[in-house]
């Protein structure tokens, strides 16, 4: 069992708190996909044995398979990577599943996992229907492509968004890329690697000095890259943006990044960033979220169906990134021939904020 930096031990005494399930879901399912990718790059490791649960369900699995004949032509060999994605899941899904009810929590329950089965909006109800009846519940949803993943190894094709609800508890986040587990709540955030497990973070930047050539769009503006290139001379146009915003921005020196909001479930990298020093700008409103307890309760309202999630956001360590970054694809979109670095005055997106007061320095 991980070392959690977190409250609680998983004794009866000093039961696990939300914060440490959501570190070890996080942990488990970091654990699942490295053990899931080595396997497509190496094959399975011939001295791993398995548990007796594992074999066991490794034979109720193919009790129910049927016969297939061995894929023949592309639409076949599409079909057996997107079943190997679907296995990935299972099998991280599986892991939490077991490292869940080996603890005991604040909620005297075992957490309900979501993640494997069902649609995106079906497993939504579900966690609603949790939250509603005052169960615990833990989503885990791939955000970008894990077939891609799989395939190919490129590490920013997809990510893990992972939510945490204990009844009486704040909504509590972590975003999982193949190579770290990132978490975040309102008192602090952490971050793991396989090599060196747990680390508490201090809710600054990793690298304290961003590039400026740097900036992580999404893939519907790659068409749009010429014009981009004059602000920024590499822009970066990733499969999943959670995981690039988690590997290059909060990870690196990338300084802001535009992300299109995907399902409430596959959002987690909200408060995830906040909580690793960064501030998120809602596009159409122009709401700033710089504060842990605001993200949690932002996305809090969206998981219970009270309020939508953004059409969009931008994640950046300055509020003039995030600025500079907005009018940059303005201008490239709807083109208004606006300097990106022209000064910023009154009359904008963002008039009534405070841009010039002592915390925005």
Known sequence: MDILPFDGNGTAESP??????????????????DAFGRTILHGPDVDDTPSATETLEKVRRLHEMRYEPPSCGAPQQEAHWEEMA??????VTDQVRNALSEVVNVSGQTPAVLGDTGTL?????????????????????????????????????????????????????????PTAALLSDCSGSWRMTLADGWRGMDGL?????????????????????????????????????????????????VPAAVHMTEHVLNSAIIPV????????????TGEILEKPWAASKYLFKALKGETECAEGLVVARRL?????????????TAPEQVDPLAPFDDVDEYDGYDFDGPDQA
């Open 86 to 91: 679907r296995a990935c899941m299972r099998q």
């Open 273 to 284: 960033a906040i909580g690793h020093g960064m501030i998120v700008v809602l596009q159409d």
């Open 320 to 332: 003039l990134d995030a600025r500079r970054v907005l009018r940059v694809v303005k201008n490239a």
């Open 16 to 33: 696990y708190g939300a914060d440490a399930i959501t570190g070890l879901t996080a942990s488990a399912s970091l654990r699942a996909l």
């Open 121 to 177: 909006d079906q497993r939504l109800a579900e966690f609603r229907a949790h939250v509603r009846a005052e169960q615990p519940v833990v989503s885990v949803s791939a955000t970008g492509s894990l077939s891609r993943w799989l395939a190919t190894d490129d590490r920013t094709a997809m990510s893990l968004s992972i939510l945490t609800y204990i009844p009486g508890r704040p909504c509590y986040s972590a975003q999982v890329t």
């Open 205 to 253: 930047p990793l690298v304290v000095e961003s590039h400026p050539n740097y900036v992580v769009l999404p893939r519907a503006l790659e068409d749009r890259a010429p014009e981009l290139r004059k602000h920024y001379s590499d822009p970066i146009f990733p499969h999943d943006t959670s995981s690039a915003i988690a590997q290059a921005v909060l990870g690196g020196a």
